[in-house]
T-cell receptor, first 111, second 117 residues
Framework: QQQVKQSPQSLIVQKGGISIINCAYENTAFDYFPWYQQFPGKGPALLIAIRPDVSEKKEGRFTISFNKSAKQFSLHIMDSQPGDSATYFCAASFTGNQFYFGTGTSLTVIP | GAVVSQHPSWVICKSGTSVKIECRSLDFQATTMFWYRQFPKQSLMLMATSNEGSKATYEQGVEKDKFLINHASLTLSTLTVTSAHPEDSSFYIC?????????????FGPGTRLTVL
């Protein structure tokens, strides 16, 4: 059973546009929701993370929106740049336990 | 920030040989380390969780005798692929989690590309 569902599988955005990636989870006991960015041949790098006690977190051009009642969270990349082209993974976990990863979104930002 | 290294970054070996991959947390102590396998254009598949000083916990379907994990210190975990075969070719990634307070973030290594001929 897929604990975290991620969409879309791929995304193409014009430079300067907004990239939006969505994730949905099942287990209401999850209490930590990170997003990772992965470039080809590299390990995932933590981008931004949120806990369920807040509805939004912003770091630079990256924002997580969290909807606890809908069990959904999303990553917004403002002013998308070609350097943002990568695969993005959402994840969910219980404190101190393993991460459940989404299936990934391949983002391409066109110059 | 927290840095995790992996060595080697890539390795090519003959079928039947064993390969050891090291994962080190460079600037923090990792009470727990995770080993993942990733196929091209796919998500990360958790193989096992290792806690310092204790036996690793393997996910269902992962052969513990084939993928030997040792977490001998708070900064080092090793994955040994024994008697490797071409189907073991993959991208192996480790991550480390600090045991400090409420911090739950996993920091990933750069990955190791294993090719078995």
């Amino acid at each position: 059973q897929q604990q975290v569902k991620q969409s879309p599988q791929s995304l193409i955005v014009q430079k300067g546009g907004i990239s939006i990636i969505n994730c949905a989870y099942e287990n209401t006991a999850f209490d930590y929701f990170p997003w990772y960015q992965q470039f080809p041949g590299k390990g995932p790098a933590l981008l931004i993370a949120i806990r369920p006690d807040v509805s939004e977190k912003k770091e630079g051009r990256f924002t997580i929106s969290f909807n606890k009642s809908a069990k959904q969270f999303s990553l917004h990349i403002m002013d998308s740049q070609p350097g943002d082209s990568a695969t993005y993974f959402c994840a969910a976990s219980f404190t101190g336990n393993q991460f459940y990863f989404g299936t990934g979104t391949s983002l391409t930002v066109i110059p | 920030g927290a840095v995790v290294s992996q060595h080697p970054s890539w390795v090519i070996c003959k079928s039947g040989t064993s390969v050891k991959i090291e994962c080190r947390s460079l600037d923090f102590q990792a009470t727990t380390m995770f080993w993942y396998r990733q196929f091209p254009k796919q998500s990360l598949m958790l193989m096992a969780t290792s806690n310092e000083g204790s036996k690793a916990t393997y996910e269902q379907g992962v052969e513990k005798d084939k993928f030997l994990i040792n977490h001998a210190s708070l900064t080092l975990s090793t994955l040994t692929v024994t008697s490797a075969h071409p189907e073991d070719s993959s991208f192996y990634i480790c991550s480390a989690r600090s045991g400090q307070g409420a911090i739950n973030t996993q920091y990933f290594g750069p990955g190791t590309r294993l090719t078995v001929l």
